[in-house]
T-cell receptor, first 111, second 110 residues
Framework: LAKTTQPISMDSYEGQEVNITCSHN???????ITWYQQFPSQGPRFIIQ???TKVTNEVASLFIPADRKSSTLSLPRVSLSDTAVYYC????????????FGQGTTLQVKP | DVKVTQSSRYLVKRTGEKVFLECVQD?????MFWYRQDPGLGLRLIYF???????EKGDIPEGYSVSREKKERFSLILESASTNQTSMYLC?????????FGPGTRLTVT
């Protein structure tokens, strides 16, 4: 299973764009990249998933370069309510569903 | 919407007690997971199950066991609770690449 590395913490201000980068040098060919968000006292929730290039939904964008050894979660115009821990995971359905969560990135959005 | 429920939000048990944490999902998912979360350590996988009566150890299975008699229910068992098992316990089920988490059970062992 590919190990991921992300910054422990980041600070931002309301209205700014936030980019969180995750390294996954040992990603396998059939692995997807998935990001989760976790608020205090809640379970993580799915944000976005991708395999290559760019994926965008109503919450975020995910940028994946051609070599797939890293990925960047982009949160446009963050608000105070985006303060949370963000986890990057890599994995695929072929490994019976096991996914490894790292320590995540704690994003603090300031007014 | 997928719903994953856990039997308790908060639980206080004494050292040596047998503890059952129950998790139920309503979407007929085959894969279910138990994690514990501790400050500075992120989420760590205890056990997971990919079918009824099938289970595999995660990264930290010591001191825990699991039971999956029905597809919708996955139970985590602490045979003899210890203070180092004080933690937040999170259950999840999986569809495709997406995991759905329950609200968590904060267990305190005194």
């Amino acid at each position: 299973l590919a190990k991921t590395t992300q910054p422990i913490s980041m600070d931002s201000y309301e209205g700014q764009e936030v980019n969180i980068t995750c390294s996954h040098n040992n990603i396998a060919t059939n692995d997807y990249i998935t990001w989760y968000q976790q608020f205090p006292s809640q379970g993580p929730r799915f944000i976005i998933q991708g395999y290559k290039t760019k994926v965008t939904n109503e919450v975020a964008s995910l940028f994946i370069p051609a070599d797939r050894k890293s990925s960047t979660l982009s949160l446009p115009r963050v608000s105070l309510s985006d303060t949370a821990v963000y986890y990057c995971l890599v994995g695929g359905p072929g490994n019976t569903g096991k996914l490894i969560f790292g320590q995540g990135t704690t994003l603090q959005v300031k007014p | 919407d997928v719903k994953v429920t856990q039997s308790s939000r908060y639980l206080v048990k004494r050292t040596g007690e047998k503890v059952f944490l129950e998790c139920v999902q309503d979407m007929d998912h085959e894969n279910m997971f138990w994690y514990r979360q501790d400050p500075g350590l992120g989420l760590r996988l205890i056990y997971f199950s990919y079918d009824v009566k099938m289970k595999e150890k995660g990264d930290i299975p010591e001191g825990y066991s699991v039971s999956r008699e029905k597809k919708e229910r996955f139970s985590l068992i602490l045979e003899s609770a210890s203070t180092n098992q004080t933690s937040m316990y999170l259950c999840a089920s999986r569809r495709g690449y997406e995991q759905y988490f329950g609200p968590g059970t904060r267990l305190t062992v005194t």
